[in-house]
C-alpha cells in the first residue's frame, strides 16, 4: 500500500525519550518525590465530581489564570496555561517560530527547545555555554549579531546543568536580543531569583513555569507562561479550542491554595540537595553547584555510561548525560526522599570503589 512519507524535514528527526526502567528508586525526570497533599487530592475529587462533565469547558481558563496571576502579583491578562510547559514552549513557537525564522539555544541545554523549534519548522541555531555552563556575557553582542535570531531560549535554572544564570546576564540577553527571550523557569522555585518581575510591556520576555516539579503534579500536565498582554493576545492564533480541560483548570487552581505547603517541601529538597552537593564533595566526581532539583555530576576516572548501568543494577535508575553534546561522561540526579537520597548515596560510593 502506497504510504505518504513524514515532512521531509522530520524524516531525521528522532521523538523525546527518556529511559524508563522499573527500579526501586527512580531519580532520572526531576519529578517531586511527594505526592501533593492528601487535603489537594480529597478537595480535587469533591470539585471534579461537580464539573459539567457534557459542557465545554472555560475556554479562556479565567479562574485559573486569576488564580496564577494573583500568586505572581501580575495581571490575569498577563497569564496563558496549558498542557504542561512543554505545551506552553510549543504555543510561543508556533506564534514566533516556524519556517523562516531563527530559534537560538545557549548549549547544553533543555533539549525539548530546539526539538520543538524544528518540529514547527524553524532555523535552530546555538551558541556554547562557557565556563561552568554559564552564559557568557561578553559574547553576546557577537553571538546576536551572528545569528539574528527571531526567539531566544534561556532556561533558568538550566536542565541539565542546575545553573542558575545571574540576574545581569539575563538582563543583558534581555536588552541585546532582536527578538523575543523566552526565560523557561521550569525549576524556579528552588533558585534564588526568577525573571518574572523583569516582565513588561515594554519588553519581548516571556518566562514559562509548570506544575510539574514544585507543584507535585506531573501527572496533571499543566504549565503557564507569564508575559505581556500583547503576547497573551497574539498566541490566541494558535491556540486550539478548549484546550484546556475543566479538571485541570481546577487543579491548577485549588493547588495555589496548598502554596505554604509547597514551599515547605521546595525547603526540604533544597535542603537535600545541600546534604548530596556535601556527599559529592567527599567522592571522586566533579558536580555543578544546581539552583535546581537535580545535580549534574561526572565521575571523575570511571565512564559515566558503566556508572549509570551498575546504578541501574542496584536498582537506582539516574538520567545518563554521558553521550549527549557537551556533557561527555556526565550524569544527573533528581533529588529524590531522604531515603532514596541515601540510598543513591551508597550505591554511588560503592559503584565507584569497585
Ligand atoms: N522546561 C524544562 C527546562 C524542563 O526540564 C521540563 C521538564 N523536563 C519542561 C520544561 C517541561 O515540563 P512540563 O511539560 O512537564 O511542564
Given at each position: 500500500m502506497p504510504r505518504l512519507p513524514i515532512r521531509d524535514d522530520l524524516q531525521k528527526m528522532q521523538g523525546y525519550h527518556s529511559a524508563q526502567v522499573t527500579v526501586p528508586v527512580r531519580l532520572n525526570t526531576n519529578e517531586s518525590p511527594y505526592p501533593p497533599p492528601a487535603e489537594f487530592t480529597t478537595e480535587l475529587g469533591r470539585r471534579i465530581a461537580d464539573i459539567a462533565w457534557n459542557r465545554y469547558p472555560d475556554r479562556t481558563a479565567s479562574a485559573l489564570r486569576a488564580a496564577i496571576a494573583r500568586s505572581h502579583g501580575v495581571g490575569a491578562d498577563q497569564v496563558f496555561a496549558g498542557n504542561g510547559s512543554n505545551e506552553i514552549l510549543q504555543t510561543l513557537l508556533l506564534a514566533y517560530a516556524g519556517a523562516g525564522r531563527k530559534v537560538l539555544t545557549f548549549e547544553p541545554t533543555y533539549q525539548l527547545h530546539a526539538h520543538i523549534a524544528r518540529i514547527t519548522g524553524a532555523e535552530v541555531v546555538s551558541a556554547p555555554r562557557g565556563n561552568d555552563f554559564r552564559i557568557d556575557q561578553s559574547k553576546l553582542a557577537?553571538?546576536?549579531?551572528?545569528?539574528?535570531?527571531?526567539?531566544t531560549f534561556v532556561c533558568s535554572p538550566n536542565n541539565p546543568t542546575g545553573v542558575?544564570?545571574?540576574?545581569?546576564?539575563?538582563?543583558?540577553?534581555?536588552?541585546?536580543?532582536?527578538?523575543?527571550?523566552?526565560v523557561d523557569e521550569a525549576y524556579a522555585q528552588f533558585a534564588s531569583w526568577s525573571a518574572v518581575d523583569l516582565v513588561d510591556e515594554s519588553r519581548a520576555l516571556v518566562v514559562t513555569r509548570t506544575y510539574s516539579k514544585t507543584w507535585s503534579m506531573a501527572a496533571a500536565r499543566l504549565g503557564y507562561l507569564v508575559g505581556p498582554k500583547w503576547l497573551v493576545d497574539e498566541i490566541d492564533a494558535v491556540v486550539l479550542p478548549y484546550h484546556l480541560d475543566a479538571a485541570k483548570q481546577i487543579a491548577g487552581a485549588l493547588a495555589l491554595e496548598f502554596t505554604n505547603d509547597m514551599n515547605s517541601r521546595v525547603r526540604e529538597i533544597v535542603a537535600s540537595r545541600d546534604q548530596i552537593e556535601s556527599a559529592f564533595s567527599a567522592l571522586p566526581v566533579d558536580f555543578w553547584p544546581s539552583g535546581a532539583n537535580f545535580i549534574l555530576f561526572r565521575p571523575r576516572s570511571m565512564d559515566g555510561r558503566k556508572v549509570w548501568s551498575d546504578l541501574v543494577e542496584k536498582g537506582v535508575l539516574i538520567r545518563d548525560c554521558s553521550s549527549w553534546p557537551g556533557l561527555t561522561n556526565c550524569l544527573r540526579v533528581t533529588i529524590g526522599t531522604p531515603e532514596e537520597n541515601n540510598l543513591f548515596l551508597k550505591s554511588l560510593a560503592e559503584v565507584l570503589s569497585q
Open positions: 557577537e553571538v546576536f549579531s551572528t545569528h539574528s535570531p527571531d526567539v542558575v544564570e545571574d540576574e545581569k546576564t539575563v538582563r543583558a540577553i534581555i536588552d541585546s536580543a532582536p527578538g523575543l527571550v523566552i
